[in-house]
């Protein structure tokens, strides 16, 4: 598995954007995979996930705003974010893993970050 993120960039509170994570490995359909952020000052945390099979997860502060997605014939996965606010600026990285995904799994592949700025 080998990631990489792209689409970030400056965006106005209220706005949208839509970051990709694409895969170059051979094993991406079986993963699921992850988006993270860090911001400026503070620890990385998890945003949403996806499983190989299409299930689930977001983080209380982006449901209802963020939808994950995937596309296995293209190897890559979407994280659309609508209703940008402020503190949604950070850097985004998206991950993947081979495990289960559930609440707290780890993630082993790691791609580099894209900048998500939000001008309130």
């Known amino acids: 598995v080998q990631l990489q993120a792209s689409g970030g960039g400056l965006v106005q509170a209220g706005g949208s954007l839509r970051l990709s994570c694409a895969d170059s490995?051979?094993?991406?359909?079986?993963?699921?995979v992850g988006w993270f952020r860090q911001a400026p000052g503070k620890e990385r945390e998890f945003v949403a996930a996806?499983?190989?099979?299409?299930?689930?997860l977001y983080a209380d502060s982006v449901k209802g705003r963020f939808t994950i997605s995937r596309d296995n014939t293209k190897n890559s996965a979407y994280l659309q974010m609508n209703s940008l606010k402020h503190e949604d600026t950070a850097v985004y990285y998206c991950?993947?893993?081979?495990?289960?995904?559930?609440?707290?799994?780890?993630?082993?592949?790691w791609g580099q970050g894209t900048l998500v700025t939000v001008s309130s």
């Open positions: 490995g051979r094993t991406f359909s079986s993963a699921a």
């Open positions: 996806i499983s190989w099979s299409g299930g689930s």
């Open positions: 991950a993947a893993t081979h495990r289960t995904l559930r609440i707290g799994t780890q993630f082993d592949y």
